[in-house]
């Protein structure tokens, strides 16, 4: 069986996706997730002029072989734009595996290690009375685990708190709006919601809390300090990542634990924070981070050390990605959460997917591969819109990072 054809289908839904879909010369088809949020047509391009002609005619059946060939043939490795496009080839792959063999991924993968895959909902409002009701909702709905974001007195609009609530949506604009940010209104306020939050819930719900990389180290060892009363499951992204032995400082001062790697794409980018055990869950996921193949080294990484699975799931992750890392997170020994934000209904029907939620679970698909496809014909109704993340500016209009 040979590669016969390769495209890039990029459409807009209610928001940008990216998605490969191989085709081979015995009609099987794959799909692989290339989102990369506010920079898509990076992705779509590095897939359609560098990628796609060194397809055509090899043997699907080589992931292992092909990942290689990607990462170290282009000489250039890491980074989000080639580690996605990697990622979207070897998904494909997986997906045409699992059609080939007529089992489901995980079955590939070494089989279920668990009865279903446990997820997070965003709970997000300006204050805190509308934060406990959105917690109320989604504790209805089944969540077993719920991430709290509110607005903070003082500051206009926060990034994490979105207007729509089931569907999140922080990329807003064609040209990057602009949030403020205030550190010490942040850290005075943040504990009190979570205080009234475990009041009203009492302590079964797993509670989380996504910094979005807004503080420094010092701070966050504060943060995690003064969350401790309200045993989170986790505080996410409190710095900046790209000093990994910043962690250590924050390790050194607090119990909450922390989760970090929504935005890393290799192992590299994790190494010294999983071998010093300075976290507790590697948020890391499929698009992003070189696809099956790439993330179930870095789990296998974490598993050595103590540290659990956490992957992004936000809207900007398609149901591709969804789909693949919910195969994984079925199969690998140290699953911890995985994050799941709502698709819109036109998203989900141009990506019909066999996964479902029931009981604060997902489950992924019973049909052989990944069990998701694209409806290219619905796909070509939306066209891209160019939409970005927003900038942080601090109130005296420092550019702050995220
Ligand atoms: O900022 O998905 O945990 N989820 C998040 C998301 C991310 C966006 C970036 O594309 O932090 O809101
Ligand atoms: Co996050």
Request: hydrophobic share 40%.
């Amino acid at each position: 069986m040979r590669i016969a054809d390769a495209r890039v289908i990029v459409t807009c839904p209610g928001r940008n996706f990216v998605t490969l879909k191989i085709v081979t010369d015995d009609g099987v088809t794959g799909v692989g997730d290339a989102t990369l949020n506010g920079r898509e047509l990076a992705v779509a391009a590095y897939l359609t002029e560098h990628v796609i002609p060194a397809l055509i005619g090899r043997d699907p059946a080589r992931i292992e072989d092909t990942w290689q060939y990607l990462y170290k043939g282009a000489y250039w490795r890491r980074g989000p734009v080639t580690m996605s496009a990697i990622a979207a080839v070897d998904t494909a792959l997986w997906d045409i595996k699992g059609k080939v063999a007529g089992l489901p991924v995980y079955q590939l993968l070494g089989g279920r290690s668990r009865e279903g895959v446990t997820v997070y909902g965003h709970a997000n409002a300006e204050t805190v009375d509308d934060v406990l009701a959105e917690i109320a909702r989604y504790a209805d709905l089944g969540y077993r685990a719920v991430r709290v974001q509110t607005g903070v007195p003082g500051l206009g609009t926060t990034y994490g708190v979105s207007k729509d609530k089931l569907f999140y949506e922080p990329a807003d604009a064609a040209i990057a709006s602009e949030a403020t940010w205030s550190t010490e209104a942040y850290l005075n306020h943040v504990p009190s919601v979570f205080a009234q939050v475990r009041a009203e819930f009492g302590p079964g719900l797993k509670l989380l809390h996504d910094v979005h990389h807004r503080l420094t180290p010092i701070e966050a060892a504060r943060l995690g300090k003064s969350l401790e009363p309200y045993a989170l499951t986790w505080m996410e992204d409190p710095v900046p990542a790209e000093l990994q032995e910043g962690f250590r400082l924050i390790r050194r001062h607090t119990t909450t634990p922390i989760a970090v790697g929504e935005v890393f794409n290799t192992v590299w980018d994790c190494e010294t924070l999983v071998r010093e055990q300075l976290i507790d869950y590697i948020r890391a996921t499929v698009v992003h981070a070189g696809g099956i193949t790439h993330l179930r080294r870095i789990f296998d990484l974490a598993g050595l050390y103590h540290v659990r699975t956490g992957s992004h799931g936000a809207t900007d992750l398609s149901p591709v990605c969804m789909s693949a890392a919910l195969h994984l997170d079925l199969a690998v020994p140290n699953f911890g959460l995985q994050e799941y934000m709502r698709h819109t209904a036109e998203t989900d029907a141009v990506f019909p997917h066999g996964y479902r939620f029931e009981g604060g679970y997902l489950h992924p698909s019973e049909e052989p591969g990944l069990g998701v496809d694209i409806d290219e014909s619905l796909a070509a109704e939306y066209p891209y819109r160019p939409a970005a993340l927003p900038v942080n500016r601090l109130l005296d209009g420092t550019m702050h990072s995220w």
